[in-house]
């Protein structure tokens, strides 16, 4: 079974931030590089970007990070003595399909883009819907195929704040996870056409993880100024919950009921959905089929922690790798904030075994 690679970390934001890029140095370099080339290309924003203008989108955006979270931005500066890379190439290699909104938004004539990122089938079961009681929050996390090899599960003892557990990838701050005060919180990307200079969603994940209560998690969200577009999905160890159409211009809040909540890679609110920008008809396709397959499988019954493990591996819910694409579930994560109980799977949940990790 392949195992995934736990980065435990503690300390200062710097210090956590310096043993990350020591632990993968070379890994770090070499996503951050492919990230900031791929962030100038014209399949993912609609227009050819120099690397020069690409850094200089970049190195505004880290103003907003500093702002918004220094003690986070702390812990890239770590991660940036430790690889030789500057704050601004780490702030793309972390949110990148954020990024990719702020180049979009650049452009003076915009254009379908043939290139997205169909991240992620996530879901929150409340408490009602379960077979122990205890609600869930679980996801999978899907990237270019190329990305999964850098899949990482953190564990973080903060000197102030609570601990953590982040499904990430090497170099980013994390992309979602579950601390010991009981939030969850996880993403969809969602292509927004009214990207910004401004603040990408891993700092946004990481900023709710340092919160005591899911209302301060959820004003993380909505108080940002985001530079692109994401769902975000936010449950507590008390059965409360949150989905969040968070464009950079707008969010969308809807709170947990006694339902199921499934949300995928497009928009379905009227507000959110006139700021994004145009899918393509297969990508469309895809989002659309994977949010009905997870609806269905949830629509009745009560559910238990295998359930949801066994719905990550189902098609289309486990995303394989075909051209010209090569979008496939680089892993997944479930959660139950009320026992602290975590389960993560590297590489395609059809494929592997899931791991049992525990914060409490």
């Not at 900031?36 to 290309?41: D, H, M, P, R, T």
């Not at 227009?47 to 850094?55: I, K, P």
């Not at 254009?111 to 609600?135: E, K, M, Y």
Request: aromatic residues 8%; negative net charge; hydrophobic residues 40%.
């Amino acid at each position: 079974m392949k195992k995934l690679r736990v980065l435990n970390l503690s300390g200062s934001p710097y210090a956590m931030g310096y043993a990350h890029g020591l632990a993968y140095r070379d890994d770090i370099r070499r996503y951050t590089l492919e990230r900031v080339e791929l962030a100038g290309s014209p399949g993912w924003t609609g227009h050819a970007t120099s690397r020069d203008e690409v850094l200089a989108l970049a190195e505004a955006c880290v103003a907003e990070h500093a702002a918004y979270a220094p003690d986070l931005m702390e812990e890239v500066r770590g991660t940036a003595d430790a690889t030789g890379l500057s704050v601004a190439e780490l702030v793309i290699t972390n949110g990148f399909t954020d990024f990719i909104d702020v180049v979009y938004a650049e452009a003076q004539q915009r254009v379908l883009t043939p290139q997205t990122a169909d991240d992620c089938t996530a879901f929150i079961v409340p408490d009602s819907r379960t077979a122990d009681g205890h609600g869930y929050f679980g996801q999978t996390w899907d990237m270019h195929d190329d990305s999964t090899e850098f899949v990482i599960l953190m564990r973080g003892r903060p000197d102030d704040g609570p601990g953590f557990l982040a499904f990430s990838i090497t170099g980013c701050v994390g992309m979602l996870g579950m601390n010991d005060a009981g939030i969850a919180i996880g993403i969809n990307n969602l292509l927004g056409g009214d990207g910004q200079v401004g603040v990408t969603w891993p700092f946004v994940v990481r900023k709710a993880l340092q919160q005591t209560d899911i209302d301060a998690a959820l004003a993380c969200i909505t108080d940002a100024k985001l530079s692109g577009a994401h769902n975000y999905l936010l449950f507590d160890g008390t059965g409360r919950g949150y989905n969040v159409e968070a464009m950079s211009t707008h969010c969308a809040v809807t709170p947990l009921n006694g339902e199921a909540i499934v949300h995928t890679n497009h928009c379905l609110l009227p507000a959110t959905i006139q700021r994004s920008r145009p899918r393509t008809a297969s990508s469309q396709a895809a989002s659309e089929a994977r949010l009905a397959e997870a609806q269905s499988y949830l629509s009745d019954g009560l559910v238990t922690a295998d359930d949801l493990m066994e719905l990550t591996r189902r098609a289309p819910v486990c995303v394989r790798s075909t051209p010209p694409l090569h979008i496939e579930s680089c892993g997944a994560a479930i959660m139950r904030p009320a026992t602290g109980d975590f389960w993560a799977v590297w590489g395609p949940p059809a494929d592997g075994e899931y791991e049992h990790f525990r914060l409490m």
